[in-house]
């Protein structure tokens, strides 16, 4: 089952906070969390791991709900290299992901 | 360090023909997952290699195939093209269960 993420699209402006929300419907073991700009590869921004250990980036953070088996995405103060579309994907670690369809974020100057 | 790099990165087919594409896993990685992403959509699970075998696989059809060499190094097959297999084809290495870095795509047109 694919993941839900909200909102769909969001624009900011530089400076500004934004949260980006993943929800399933199935246990979730862990929460990945990728960024693609257009015509480039994803790359890896944080795991999340049940039992409430994270990896990742430093700048931006983020939270797992296992009960609701929620998670969301913090970006705090974006910046302009922060657009691009967001995934986030579930699954046992990283033997089988299942992406959502992605959260395009836009940050004006 | 070379990242993870496919060939071709664009390719042209017709219907019912086969097509191979290509993956050099990072450097030190052992593990290469292949994911299918459609225009505006997330990347779709396809199968993943580990050890020359295939370990997982996602829903896709048998007309998807793939191959890992002794170097890591890895192949996507599909055969009997459709129109809808037109997309950009991902490839993510890892070591063990670890992050994905993937590379930057084979887009693939069938007409």
């Known amino acids: 089952q694919q993941p839900v993420q909200s909102p769909q699209a969001v624009i900011l402006r530089e400076g500004e906070d934004a949260v980006i929300n993943c929800s399933s419907s199935?246990?979730?073991?862990?929460v990945h969390w990728y960024r693609q700009k257009h015509g480039e590869a994803p790359v890896f921004l944080m795991i999340?791991?049940?039992?409430?250990e994270q990896k990742g980036h430093e700048k931006i953070s983020a939270s797992f709900n296992e009960k609701k088996q929620q998670s969301s995405l913090y970006l705090t103060a974006s910046q302009l290299s922060y657009s691009g579309t967001y995934f986030c994907?579930?699954?046992?670690?990283?033997?089988?992901?299942?992406f959502g369809s992605g959260t395009q974020l836009t940050v004006l100057p | 360090d070379a990242g993870v790099t496919q060939s071709p990165t664009h390719l042209i087919k017709t219907r019912g023909q086969q097509v191979t594409l290509r993956c050099s896993p990072k450097?030190?990685?052992?593990?290469v997952s292949w994911y299918q992403q459609a225009l505006g959509q997330g990347p779709q699970f396809i199968f993943q290699?580990?050890?020359?075998?295939?370990?997982q696989r996602g829903n896709f059809p048998d007309r998807f195939s793939g191959h890992q060499f002794p170097n890591y190094s890895s192949e996507l097959n599909v055969n009997a093209l459709l129109l809808g297999d037109s997309a950009l084809y991902l490839c993510?290495?890892?070591?063990?269960?670890?992050?994905?870095?993937f590379g930057s795509g084979t887009q693939l047109s069938v007409l």
């Open positions: 993510a290495s890892s070591l063990g269960h670890e992050k994905l870095f």
């Open positions: 199935k246990a979730l073991y862990s």
């Open positions: 999340l791991l049940k039992g409430g």
């Open positions: 994907g579930t699954g046992g670690s990283a033997r089988q992901l299942t």
């Open positions: 450097s030190g990685h052992d593990t």
């Open positions: 290699y580990y050890e020359e075998e295939e370990r």
